[in-house]
T-cell receptor, first 113, second 111 residues
Framework: GENVEQHPSTLSVQEGDSAVIKCTYS??????FPWYKQELGKRPQLIID?????GEKKDQRIAVTLNKTAKHFSLHITETQPEDSAVYFC????????????FGTGTRLTIIP | EPEVTQTPSHQVTQMGQEVILRCVPI?????FYWYRQILGQKVEFLVS????????KSEIFDDQFSVERPDGSNFTLKIRSTKLEDSAMYFC?????????FGQGTRLTVV
């Protein structure tokens, strides 16, 4: 089955700096890669996603890149703000998301004011 | 904006008791899921449900677990005889054309 590795497990950055979180996946049939943000005690919230036929996608301060050959994808947050502090999970799925999500182990991002 | 809703938000139960966790998926979604998250760990897939039947289940989803869509709106997860290790946050999710949206979760505590 699919295995998703995520690094780093914790990340602290100064407010205004950029943060990068990386994930690798094992199943070459995976074709959909969402990122979820989870604040303490709350639901995972979808913040951005990318399909395997796209190499990069951007939404304001957030971007995701995908390297299908290397089977890795990354989340980039620029101009970080205190409200970006949360746990971020990457995930992978087949069938463009209509199958189960396999999650990474999460990255606790702390923005230092 | 439509949301997945779950009830109850917190359930405490004695070991060996049956619990039913309830979910109302987003109305036009076709795929339904249950996931669980043990405190401080990653979200783990339990089961997916499509067209009124289970489409996939994980190793965690053993004979103690069952799912049902009793009517057009609710989606339930039943644990027949709870164990201490079932203590976790249980999330329902639904999807349509790839994006999966999660409910706010039910925190299940087995004592």
């Amino acid at each position: 089955g699919e295995n998703v590795e995520q690094h780093p497990s914790t990340l602290s950055v100064q407010e205004g700096d950029s943060a990068v979180i990386k994930c690798t996946y094992s199943d070459s049939a995976s074709n959909y890669f969402p990122w979820y943000k989870q604040e303490l005690g709350k639901r995972p919230q979808l913040i951005i996603d990318i399909r395997s036929n796209v190499g990069e996608k951007k939404d304001q301060r957030i971007a995701v890149t995908l390297n299908k050959t290397a089977k890795h994808f990354s989340l980039h947050i620029t101009e970080t703000q205190p409200e970006d502090s949360a746990v971020y999970f990457c995930a992978a799925s087949r069938d463009f998301g209509n199958e189960k999500l396999t999650f990474g182990t999460g990255t606790r991002l702390t923005i230092i004011p | 904006e439509p949301e997945v809703t779950q009830t109850p938000s917190h359930q405490v139960t004695q070991m060996g008791q049956e619990v039913i966790l309830r979910c109302v998926p987003i109305s036009n979604h076709l795929y339904f899921y249950w996931y669980r998250q043990i405190l401080g760990q990653k979200v783990e897939f339990l089961v997916s449900f499509y067209n009124n039947e289970i489409s996939e289940k994980s190793e965690i989803f053993d004979d103690q677990f069952s799912v049902e869509r009793p009517d057009g709106s609710n989606f339930t997860l039943k644990i027949r005889s709870t164990k201490l290790e079932d203590s976790a946050m249980y999330f329902c999710a639904s999807s349509f054309l790839e994006k999966a949206f999660f409910g706010q979760g039910t925190r299940l505590t087995v004592v």
